[in-house]
């Protein structure tokens, strides 16, 4: 072969051995720059870690990082493939690492370099070329690139692949400045905040792209992780306007709930971020939208009534509900939203079409507004359009109703039918009412159906509601028992045509003050007068029980003043010390309004006789009360120019002496108003033991009647089925007779133990006539009487019904005798003693129909009462001036003062009472009209009085 081709084969097999060890080479300097490469991370994330690098400098870091690891990838490549190794050195290469070459490599070079010089003698080219020809046998086809190769890059990986695995691990152990650190160099201009002690994340809003409506308030909650933070600032910007930023600081919840802020008025879309106080710890930021869609945020509504009903306009806050207008007023809508207004527009829709379409125009920035005088009802459909021809997105609906103008009303207070009593005067008030107002009040009295000319008031303005109170002093009037007055009401409203009501007539029958006495004596009892005379006790009592708490308070701040310790302390005492003396002068008033309660206490014709004796002793507490109110008021007044100790002892010896002229028995005084109480109680039991003797009389007359009726079915052998019926009718009224004697029974022997003290005679009668209806057996007669009847034996029922009226009889006359009355007399005056006077309170006592058997048996004998049943009475409304303890559905107490001060005053007429059945010191109050002053009303009523006596006394026309 020839020798230079063999040469050619030779050099590029040592060619391919040189390029072996390049690449080698290349891999060994690639991996050793892969761990600095990778090294250079953790100084980056350090770097960012201590001075948060801002977005261009990461970049240029990331460019330098990137652009050295290109520049060793292309410089590696090209030491690979571009470089140009020189034969000598891979052969000497070859021969360091295999030494069995020995330099036969070099030496076929070097040979085959001088044969190939120019200017060498042919002799000397072809001796080189044998050369070359024996060193390539020697050489042979030995593979260069196998020899060439070495565990160098091996090893070169090895020490890599250790030295970035201690590199990772130190990344992994600073996982956290790692993560941060990764994202913000693979993202440089991102939303990752770099690495801190301090992580701030944005809660609320949760998510990019929360949307809020134009104009709204945006609140923005920020939590933490790691390291707490003094202060979280929130900082937020228009979108791509960064230089537009704001920042405010955040208000901190406490504990994990965060910081909170709030943004008042978002009017753009915002990027939002929250820092610490350094700035090192830096939130994700938050995107926020706004809706640009006109929303209403406020609507008021002015309304115009028409001219002739007086009213202003009326302006208020509108929430679009359903509008109620009187016909023919004007609608002014003012609509604000939350973007710039251009304008809208307000439909009307009936039966689903559109009738009518008003415009709003814009009056301010986001207001638009429009005047409108409706001629229908409907719906209104409001709407909004803003200045970018935005409509709103939602139609806002209202109902409209246009109301006519109706009737007034009138009427009196009281309205019903009642009972007055002559000598207690009483105030009727009359009122009216209308929609818009009233123009005119027309009053009409009469007296036996004789009526003068009404009294008329007109009023100025719009007042929907008049009223004016009537003083009637029956015997001023000069009425009598059994006559009658009468009073209505006519109402004029302001109405272009007029309109009037008018109220029901209410009658007046007026009654004498013995037949008020009598009517109260048969519904109510000795209890109710005890408990009438107690409450005037515990008033008295609860006064004392204030007035003590009060001199206790003013000793407690005399010891507060001993021990204050400077100025301030001392003045803030004073000011309590005026405090207490404003309690005490309201103290002081209500003694002296005690007192004139107590001065009236006892009517000039009182319910019972007993009562006179207890007019001097209440007279003389009034006066005792009234002294006292005025000693203390007087020491109050004296204490004021004293040092502020001296009127605090003043204050508390005078709190003190008046607590005890209060409440005498609290210094073991004897005390007026609780051996009162304890009288009227003692005969109220007395009273029980009557009302039992009575109740056995009313049933003797019921026994009596059903005896007389069953004579009718005594001989009838054969009754139809009517009878029947009658007789279960019977029957049951039978057998309420057995019920109530059996209860009638236990009662008496609870009320004889109960009088037995005080009233031992009264306490043997009862007892006597309990054992005779348990003796006789009475119950159980009108029981078999009422069973014969239920089996319809005519003639055994009408013979035992005789039976149990014969033995009733025998005790009326045994144990309800003169002899009977005559002795619980003689014990009730015994009791009272010389310093009380019975009177003839025995026989009033005995008209009391109150009889306390309980509401079942009541019930029975069909019967009404609150804790009892009242035999033959009607409930009826009774005006009297007795005390307001009994009031009732029965009888009404009414206080006649509040009548008397009309009567007395200068005004007359002036305003409504606005409970004529409670008038216990109610004074009249000024009303904006003018009133009408008493001295006419007096001339009106004299007027009906002679009216009423001329027609009486006027001879009768001849026909």
Known sequence: MDTSETYRRFRARLDQAAQVWRRERAICLVLRSLVWLLAAWPVYFVLDAFFHLPDSWRLVLDLLWLGTAAGLAGF?????????????????????????????????????????????????????????????????????????????????????????????????????????????????????????????????????????????????????????????????????????????????QGGDRGYVQRIDRVTDNLVLTAENDSGRAVSPRRLVSVLLTPELRETRLTVTPPAYTGHQPRTQAYSLSDLRVLDGSSLRFELTSNRPLS?????????????????????????????????????????????????????????LTLLEDLPPSAGTDPSKEMFCVINHPLAVRCFADDDYGISRLRIHRGINGLFAAPLSREYAGAQTHVSEAL????????????????????????????????????????????????????????????????????????????????????????????????????????????????????????????????????????????????????????????????????????????????????????????????????SDKPDALAEMGETMGDLADLHEIIKDMELFQLLYQEQETITEQMQAYQNRYNLTREDQLALREMAERQRAVAAHLQGLDQKLRQDAESARENFPKAAACADGLADAIRRERLPALAESAATAMLEGQGGLSAGRSEQLRRTMESLIGEEQSAQSFGQMAG???????????????????????????????????????????????????????????????????????????????????????????????????TRESEAIRVDYLHEEYREIVNEYFETITRGQPNE
């Open 471 to 666: 003083a009637f002093d029956f015997t001023a009037l000069g009425a009598q028992p059994g006559d009658t007055v009468s009073v209505f009401v006519e109402a004029i409203d302001t109405a272009p045509v007029p309109q009037t009501a008018r109220s029901g007539t209410l009658q007046l029958h007026i009654i004498s003050e013995q037949d008020y006495n009598d009517y109260l004596r048969r519904e109510r009892d000795m209890k109710d007068m005890e408990a009438k005379y107690l409450a005037l006790r515990d008033e008295v009592y609860q006064l004392a029980n204030d007035q003590r708490t009060l001199a206790e308070q003013i000793a407690q701040l005399e010891e507060a003043l001993a021990a204050a310790p400077d100025e301030a302390t001392r003045e803030e005492i004073a000011a309590q010390l005026e405090e207490l003396k404003k309690r005490q002068q309201a103290l002081n008033a209500s003694v002296n309004a005690l007192a004139d309660k107590m001065e009236h206490f006892v009517r000039e014709t009182p319910l019972y006789d007993v009562e006179d004796s207890f007019r001097e002793n209440l007279q003389r507490r009034a006066d005792e009360l009234r002294a006292s109110a005025r000693e203390n008021a007087l020491a109050m007044a004296a204490a004021r120019n004293q040092p502020l100790p001296a009127q605090m002892r003043t204050m508390r010896e005078a709190a003190r002496m008046q607590a005890e002229t209060l409440d005498p028995s609290a």
């Open 343 to 399: 304008g809208g527009r307000l439909q009307l829709v009936e039966a689903g079409q559109v009738v009518e379409t008003v415009k709003l125009d814009p009056i301010a920035e986001n207001t638009v507004a429009a005047e409108w005088t409706p001629t229908r009802g409907g719906i209104m459909v409001f709407s909004l359009t803003d200045i970018m021809e935005i409509e709103s997105a939602a139609e806002w609906k209202a109902g």
């Open 76 to 252: 590696a490549l090209w030491s690979i493939y571009g470089r140009v190794t020189p034969p000598e050195r891979i052969a000497r290469r070859l021969e360091s690492n295999h030494p069995e070459l020995g330099s036969r490599l070099i030496n076929l070079i070097q040979l085959h370099g001088d044969a190939a010089r120019e200017g060498r003698s042919e002799l000397t080219r072809r001796l080189a070329d044998r050369a070359v020809a024996r060193g390539l046998e020697e050489i042979g086809p030995a593979d260069l690139a196998a020899l060439v190769r070495s565990q160098a890059p091996a090893k070169a990986a090895r020490r890599a692949l250790w030295q970035c695995a201690l590199v990772l691990v130190v990344l992994a152990c600073a996982w956290p400045v790692t993560r941060a650190g990764v994202w913000r160099y693979l993202l440089p201009y991102g939303d990752h905040p770099a690495f801190a002690f301090t992580r701030l994340k944005i809660a609320e809003p949760d998510v990019d792209g929360y949307s809020v409506v134009y104009g709204e308030p945006l609140m923005v909650r920020v939590v933490h992780s790691g390291h707490r933070p003094h202060t979280v600032r929130l900082s937020y910007h228009p979108e791509g306007r960064p230089e537009e930023t704001t920042m405010l600081d955040m208000f901190d």
């Open 827 to 925: 014990e009730l005056d015994g009791y009272l003693g010389p310093s009380r006077r019975a009177g003839e309170t025995l026989r009033q006592m005995m008209q009391s129909r109150r009889f306390r058997l309980g509401s079942s048996l009541a019930a029975e004998f069909g019967m009404g009462g609150q804790s009892g049943f009242a035999m033959a009475s009607q409930p009826m409304n009774v005006y009297g001036g007795e005390a307001s303890q009994f009031a009732g559905p029965q009888g009404q107490g009414r206080d006649a003062q509040a009548a008397s001060d009309l009567l007395s005053g200068e005004d007359g007429i002036e305003a409504a009472l606005d409970q004529v059945d409670v008038l216990d010191r109610v004074r009249a109050s």
